[in-house]
């Protein structure tokens, strides 16, 4: 089943990359410019799709899909959440544990997505050296209520452009507060028992609707 | 009135206190031989077993009795009463907030604090109304634990305090100060004094209900997941987002040093670098490769080689979500 999937979704992407005539200016964007970019289309679609804002999980996932999974690494980030193992992972394993990561991420971080209403977001000035290959992008959104909420990335330059590695929100970065329990339950039951554990929650997970937004 | 009841915190505050010192000073001894002989132990959580069991009560204590009652204040009170109950109790902790961004040298914002206190408690009708932010004012949280940390004062090893939840010691052993600097702990009479106590919980725990709820879902592990997310949260909170110095601290912490690219490579000790991107395979940058060798624990490039010869076309399929 998955397998004639992985099939489809290769000859698509293949026939795509023969379409595409050139390579796209987007690899040269600034990261500032890249993750103002992208957080305005985000948003903006968000607020203005009332399938979204209802929970409609199809969409949720197109829109993670198109506008913010293409500036993510997720091996990467999936690789430093489990740290000194990741060495020892098969290339078969790591290429599991960041599907399952990845899966995890946007069926939780989806959810979020669907509670946008009026809420604008503040960039702070980027400090960073322009020969830097590592940049952090510091941001905060505005909400109706309370205190801003903080939410930074890390970004590394790579062939294709930069790419997100690290995510904060409201000051606890994903890869920190994920590697302990990574290292956990890799101590517990090794790379295969994290992987079927967090296959465990994705099916769960998948089974639940998305809440609407109130 | 007297001017005993002044100084007393309201009496569930006290026990709360009082369970909370017992408890510490019991647990600090089988937290600490407990934790002796276990693997895994986290060197930022010597009191693990501890707090793991004050974890599960006050797990218990939000499941049966708080999340259920920051539901239904959620469902069936107007938004407007919500709002006007959470303004409320925010403009009485400005003056405190206000009070700590002084202390800490942070004169424009410990000014606007002020400021927003006494604009929202005369125009904004006692606090029910937020004119503050709306006039530009942002809302800061800061309390004394905050105002020690920016002073150089190490946060000390995680503590679960009952029903007060995650702290730390340096912020448990302060708490008695900030109820004391809470101008709500000097209601009289003491009926309403609980019941605003009580009605403020449930606010603050209705508006993370959501943040909660996601969190159910994103972790494996909510204990370790609310400790090393809170343990993140409260260094950022101390710093302001990295915009805040820390006094006095000899070494300069990861979070306080300006964020280069060396600094924020730094954080990330087994990093393997970039992945291999789908499209042609261009040289990595020499950049990277000079960042990633002054790491101890790193491998180098040579051992992360077999993943990197994965074939294109497997990893394109991984930007294909593995959905249903």
Not at chain 1, 111 to 130: C, H, N, W, Y
Not at chain 1, 183 to 207: F, M, T, V, W, Y
């Amino acid at each position: 089943m998955k397998l004639i999937k992985h099939l489809i979704a290769m000859s698509a992407i293949a026939l795509t990359a023969f379409a595409v005539a050139a390579p796209t200016p987007v690899g040269n964007e600034a990261p500032d410019v890249l993750i103002k970019r992208i957080s305005n289309e985000v948003i903006n679609t968000a607020k203005a799709d009332k399938d979204i804002q209802a929970g409609n999980v199809g969409k949720v996932t197109d829109l993670v899909d198109a506008k913010i999974l293409p500036y993510v690494d997720f091996q990467r980030m999936t690789a430093l959440a489990a740290g000194r193992f990741w060495r020892d992972a098969t290339p078969a394993q790591k290429t599991a544990l960041s599907n399952e990561f990845r899966t995890l991420l946007i069926h939780t971080y989806s959810g979020a997505l669907s509670q946008i209403k009026d809420e604008t977001v503040d960039f702070k000035p980027m400090r960073a050296d322009p020969a830097d290959t590592e940049v952090e992008v510091r941001s905060q959104v505005n909400v109706q209520r309370g205190e801003p909420i903080q939410l930074n990335y890390r970004l590394a330059k790579g062939p294709s452009g930069w790419k997100i590695f690290d995510i904060n929100v409201l000051g606890a970065w994903l890869v920190e507060t994920y590697k302990g329990t990574f290292a956990s339950e890799i101590g517990k039951g090794g790379i295969d028992g994290l992987i079927k554990k967090l296959a465990e929650r994705n099916q769960q997970l998948a089974n639940k609707p998305v809440k609407a937004g109130k | 009135m007297t001017t005993r009841s002044h100084f007393l915190p309201t009496s569930w505050q006290r026990l709360a206190l009082a369970l909370g010192v017992a408890a510490t000073l019991a647990g600090c001894a089988t937290g600490a031989r407990g934790t002796a002989g276990t693997a895994g132990a986290n060197p930022r959580d010597p009191y693990e077993k501890f707090n793991r069991q004050m974890f599960a009560f006050n797990d218990a204590v939000d499941r049966v009795a708080l999340k259920p009652a920051a539901s239904a204040y959620k469902q069936v009170l107007p938004t407007f009463v919500q709002t006007g109950i959470s303004n409320f109790f925010g403009n009485l902790s400005d003056l405190w907030s206000g009070a700590n961004n002084l202390m800490q040298g942070k004169g424009a914002a410990g000014l606007s604090d002020l400021t927003r206190f006494s604009l929202n408690s005369t125009f904004g009708l006692a606090g029910l109304l937020d004119i503050g932010s709306e006039a530009g004012l942002p809302k800061h949280n800061e309390d004394f634990g905050q105002t020690l940390g920016a002073w150089g004062v190490a946060s000390g090893p995680y503590l679960m305090l009952p029903l007060l939840g995650p702290s730390t010691v340096r912020d448990a052993v302060v708490i008695p100060i900030d109820i004391a600097a809470d101008p709500w702990a000097y209601k009289q009479p003491v009926g309403w004094r609980n019941f605003g106590t009580a009605v403020r919980a449930v606010d603050q725990r209705a508006a993370v209900l959501e943040a909660s709820n996601l969190m159910e879902e994103a972790a494996l592990d909510r204990y370790e997941f609310i400790r090393d997310g809170f343990l993140q949260r409260r260094q950022s909170r101390i710093t302001d987002n990295g915009e805040q110095k820390i006094r006095f601290r000899k070494e300069t912490r990861q979070d306080d040093a300006p964020a280069n690219g060396s600094s924020i490579m730094a954080a990330y000790p087994d990093d393997p670098g970039a992945s291999p991107e789908a499209s042609t395979s261009a040289p990595v940058q020499s950049d990277a490769k000079r960042i990633r060798a002054a790491y101890t624990d790193d491998p180098g490039p040579t051992d992360a080689a077999p993943a990197e010869n994965l074939p294109p076309a497997a990893l394109a399929v991984s930007s294909k979500p593995a959905l249903k």
